[in-house]
Every structure is written in C-alpha cells, then in structure tokens.
C-alpha cells in the first residue's frame, strides 16, 4: 500500500514540475517581426483591446526570433501553485508554493552561418523556495547557456540531458508567415527529472492582434490553448485531464515578451484519489522600459481565477 501511495505522490510531483514547463515563456527573447509596417500597409482602426488600438496588417509576416548581440532583458516572474486533494467527495487544500524571482536574459553570440543564437540566463533575484530547475530555470546566481535557432527550437543546453524538459521549447513560434487570425500547432515530449516518466505537451497558438501597447511600439497578442498528457500511462489505473490557456504580448520594436500570463489546471487521479494542480505564472519585463507603457510591477496572480488577466496602463 505505502509503495502505490509513494508511486502516486512522485507521479504527482513530476506533473508539477511537468507543468512549470510553461513558466519557461518568462524567458525574454529577441522576436524578428520583419514588421515594416508602412510597406505592409499597417492601418489603424478604431477598435480597442484592453485600451490599446488595433492594427490591421494587411500581409502576413514572420515572427521568428533574431538575436541582437550585446541586449541584454530583465524580467520579474511571479507564480503560484494551488494543489488540493480529493477523496470521495471531500476536498481539502494540501499545499501552496509561490516563488517570485527576476531573470536576466543576454545575448552573447548570433551566428548566422549556423542560425544559431547564443543566449546566457541568469537568476538575479529569487523569494520563495521553490526549486527553479523545475521551471527549467537556473537557481539563484547560476547562469544558464542556451542556443536556439530562430524558430525557438533548442540546440543545446548547457550540461543539460536531450532528453529533458530543458530541451523542449520555451515558445511556439510559426515556421511560416503569419497574418492575425493566423494558428500554428505544437508538440514535443520529454522525460520527468525523477522518474522518467514520458510527458507530451500539446499546444495551440492563435494570433490574435496587433496592438498598439507603447509609444510607437507594436505588439503581437498571442493566445494559447494546450494540454499535457502521459502516453505510456495505463489510463485503467492513472487518469489525467489537463487544460493550459495563456496570453502573451510580444514588443515589434524590441523584441522583447512585454507581458505574459499562463494558467494551469490538471487533476489526476490514482487508486482513487485526486491531485487537483492550478498554477498561475506571469512575467513582466522590467528592463528595458517601454515608453509609454506602466506595468503593473508588483502583481501576484491568483490561480483559482483562472483568467490570464491584463496589468498594464497602456499608452493610448
């Protein structure tokens, strides 16, 4: 019995840093728009979201990261997990873990030959303690070296297994150009640290506008909608639901992910009872400053609400 509720708990812990995953959108990158918005005939329109104009681009275009040698990007990370226990019908909340950290993200080396960029992430800041190897992140003061190519995809980390969750990507982005309305499918697998175990994320990505979000800046408003899953699990003796939805605002000018917000919600049940996981996460960049745009720098979301929520002033 002690040997099945073990089994079940360490299954449990793999989920929730199965699901940290996401918290990997934090990680600022340098996002090539290829936006010329005066020859791609960029209008504006009357329409509003959240306070900012919508732009209609009327060609499609790329989103694709180019790295830009020397930039370095500062952002604070917030997020919160709320894991409760079902037996019957009696729920009861078993733990709340919160960490709040910020992260620098520099580019150290673009080569275009290869189309490889070279970033170095390090962890400036942290107050929780929570493990950030679980968040793919480095701890405290450690310093990560990735390469990417410009569709996001890992080449390599850094003394980090292939076969882990550091290897899979932090962002979906299209190969091809893209126009509002636009989606672009994702699907990856990778094994848990402590037992692995087979874990695959699907994600769908949609993008929705073009917003106005700073003085003279344009931003890509990007919304996700995804699900994990264990392919090799007896689905007779462990069953897993899962829902992933998220919003993210990507800088034309800078290249930077201004904001974004990614929540969580999975419940698996073994032997009869329920682990009921949510997990907010948001991301805000604080350096550099976006003129025009005040973030909402102190926010602390709430993964019982569900809603990946807007915190900005915007310029308009």
């Known amino acids: 019995m002690w040997l099945k509720v073990d089994y079940f708990s360490s299954v449990t812990d793999d989920l929730i840093t199965m699901y940290n995953y996401l918290k990997k959108l934090n990680v600022n990158f340098i ?11 960029c209008t504006t329109a009357s329409k509003k979201v959240d306070g900012m104009k919508v732009y209609n681009l009327q060609e499609p275009t790329f989103i694709h990261l180019k790295g830009l ?4 990007t500062l952002s604070r990370i917030y997020s919160k997990t709320v894991i409760k226990e079902k037996t019957g019908d009696v729920i009861k909340e078993k733990e709340v873990k919160e960490v709040d ?3 620098s993200s520099e580019v150290l080396l673009v080569d275009r030959g290869k189309a490889h960029i070279y970033f170095l992430i390090t962890t ?27 569709n996001a995809e890992v080449f390599e980390v850094a003394d980090k297994p292939k076969t882990s969750i550091y290897y899979v990507p932090p962002i979906s982005l299209p ?11 994702f699907k990856r697998m990778w094994l848990t640290a402590k037992n692995n175990v087979p874990v695959q994320i699907e994600m769908q990505s949609k ?5 106005e979000c700073a003085t003279n800046d344009k931003c890509a408003d990007i919304e996700l909608q995804g699900k994990v899953s264990l392919p090799t699990a007896d689905p007779e003796k ?19 992910i201004v904001w974004s917000s990614v929540y969580t919600h999975e419940e698996i049940t073994f032997e009869k009872k329920t682990q009921i996981i949510k997990t907010c996460t948001t991301n805000h960049l604080v350096k550099p400053k976006l003129p025009g745009l005040t973030l ?3 926010e602390k979301c709430d993964p019982l609400t569900e809603t990946p929520k807007m915190t900005w002033v915007p310029a308009i």
């Open 31 to 41: 996002v090539s728009t290829l936006l010329i918005f005066t020859l791609m005939g």
């Open 69 to 72: 040698q020397g930039l370095e």
């Open 101 to 103: 950290f910020d992260v």
């Open 124 to 150: 400036v800041r942290k107050d929780g303690d929570v493990e950030l190897a679980d968040l793919a992140m480095p701890e405290l003061n450690e310093k990560l070296k990735v390469t990417m190519y410009p």
């Open 175 to 185: 190969l091809h150009k893209v126009k509002v309305g636009s989606q672009w499918a």
């Open 207 to 211: 993008l929705t506008n073009i917003l």
């Open 238 to 256: 462990i069953q897993l639901t899962s829902d992933i939805k998220g919003r993210i605002l990507f800088s034309l000018r800078t290249g930077s």
């Open 296 to 298: 909402d720098d102190k």
